[in-house]
């Protein structure tokens, strides 16, 4: 029996907050709508890590970022990593990506047997923290709040542009593999860079928005020195102190992400459609790198525990999926072996270090008794920070800070720190005993100040002399796709049309 084709539908910065079970109703997305109908959901799916580069190596590998080594956005994913798309070739798939994965380094497919586009951020080492050096600010790559002031309408954006070039090639490879006369199942990852900042958006789908029925947020802006203390490293990593935000630059940033969903909503109904009207079935994975804080508790873009940042939206689409949410968390590091179930691979060869499991048993009506782990130690941060989610509960730590402990059942907004006080519930030293069990944060720490050193002094040498960069550019020349002189005409004719005459 033929192994199922896979579609997974990757999106940039979407919060899960936003997917309470599929798309909250005032969101104008009929597609995603009408995927999440037909999908088993994950009200409680959460990032491996809430920053692009090191949660898309754990989405790849079912590792976090302190076993794969992918600390922050310019931190290198080894080669010898297996990768879902590696153990998806390696049993016979044909495996394809159209869009963003973050790879930094000189490899740029990691399993991937083809690669559409390029990236649309860099693949160097020029983006590495310094951890020698707290609180400073790398102008030209870090995050500020001009984000949020710049909100608004445009025709195109560089991420339009990306996003535009991401859907078309998916399109055109759609065809391609319905064409295509192997039998070889397939497995084509179309991730998109939206509804990630710049809060910029088209007037189409901005329109969609004009009634202003869409929410704000929960929890308003918390002055600074009430913050806790990575969030006030946060505001300080945004330079906040240079902006001026207002209520109406809020709204105005949150339509446009919302609207951006939009945008993405009809890149994919085409993409769907196309996979439709092709008679090609697959299972489809919809999921996002990490969410977007949009201004709850006065912080914007992730790199937070918080539910904003960490929440993100999950959904499984397959023919023997009962339809259904799930409330149980899970996480993207359960997504790759989740894949090798779903193509039929065997589970005989374990990679250390994994620890994503397959969320079918869950999904067959099991339970699930091990917790979700994430991990932070990017800009923003001056020390490795870890968290755990388990039932009603959100546990964070950082040898810099205080604990911290949510009860997210009877405090969703996670404003009571349960952490603090004389008498915290007994649950707090069991999750300090379980971040024993799971960390060494000093160890944590020296591997990823020394992984910083390093790349440090790379990038400064690589800078010198002749520059021979990392990104990875496609072959797709047109060659053999259209009519060239060399061809059989009547062969090509036959070739590139379907249905076949």
């Given amino acids: 029996m033929r192994a199922p084709n896979i579609l997974i539908l990757m999106v940039d910065q979407l919060s899960g907050t936003f997917f309470p079970d599929g798309p909250a109703p005032w969101l104008h997305c009929p597609n995603i709508r009408a995927l999440a109908d037909r999908s088993v959901r994950f009200a409680n799916a959460y990032t491996a890590s809430p920053l692009c580069a090191p949660s898309r190596a754990s989405f790849m590998t079912g590792m976090l970022p302190s076993k ?57 080492f020029g983006w590495t923290p310094d951890y020698r050096n707290p609180g400073e600010r790398v102008d030209g790559w870090y995050h500020n709040l001009g984000s949020v002031g710049q909100a608004g309408v445009a025709q195109i954006t560089t991420q339009l542009e990306y996003d535009d070039e991401v859907s078309w090639k998916a399109q055109r490879k759609l ?20 509804p990630h900042d710049p809060y910029v958006a088209r007037p189409e789908f901005w329109d ?41 630059m809020v709204a105005r940033a949150r339509r446009a992400y919302f609207a951006n969903i939009s945008y993405l909503d009809e890149n994919i109904g085409t993409i769907l459609r196309i996979l439709r009207d092709t008679g090609q079935e697959a299972n489809i994975v919809f999921v996002a790198d990490h969410g977007d804080m949009l201004g709850e508790r006065g912080l914007w873009f992730k790199m937070s525990f918080y539910e904003g940042s960490a929440r993100v939206p999950l959904m499984i689409a397959a023919s023997d999926f009962s339809p259904r949410c799930i409330s149980t968390p899970v996480s993207m590091v359960d997504i790759p072996l989740t894949l090798s179930d779903l193509a039929g691979i065997s589970k005989d060869e374990s990679v250390s270090g994994v620890v994503g499991e397959s969320l079918l048993p869950l999904i067959e009506g099991g339970e699930r008794t091990t917790p979700v782990l994430m991990e932070y130690a990017a800009e923003g941060s001056y020390a490795p920070m870890v968290g755990i989610r388990k039932d009603r509960w959100k546990y964070n730590r950082c040898s810099l800070d ?17 952490a603090k006080g004389d008498s915290p519930p007994p649950e707090l030293a069991h999750f300090q005993a379980m971040a024993k069990e799971y960390w060494d944060l000093d160890r944590f720490d020296r ?49 590139r049309r379907f249905p076949r005459a």
């Fill in 208 to 248: 969609l928005y004009a009634d202003g029925q869409y929410p704000m947020p929960q929890v308003k802006a918390i002055d600074y020195q009430d913050q806790d203390a990575h969030s006030k490293r946060l505001l300080d990593a945004v330079d906040w102190r240079s902006y001026t935000v207002d209520e109406e």
């Fill in 447 to 495: 591997e990823v100040r020394e992984s910083q050193r390093r790349r440090h002094i790379v990038y400064e040498a690589l800078r010198k002399g002749k520059y021979h960069p990392w990104i990875y550019r496609s072959s797709d020349d047109g060659s053999g796709r259209f009519v060239d002189s060399h061809l059989d005409l009547n062969a090509l004719e036959e070739e």
């Fill in 68 to 124: 794969n080594r992918v600390y922050d956005n310019a931190a290198e994913f080894a080669c010898e990593i297996p990768t879902f798309a590696h153990r998806l070739r390696r049993a016979g798939y044909h495996t394809c990506l159209a869009g963003k994965m973050h790879f930094v380094g000189a490899e740029q497919l990691h399993g991937f047997e083809e690669r559409l586009t390029p990236d649309i951020y860099p693949v160097d």
């Fill in 175 to 194: 065809y391609d593999l319905a064409r295509d006369r192997d039998a070889s199942p397939w497995c084509l990852t179309v991730s998109f860079t939206h």
């Fill in 402 to 418: 205080p604990d911290q402990l949510f009860d997210l059942e009877s405090d969703p907004c996670e404003m009571d720190n349960l």
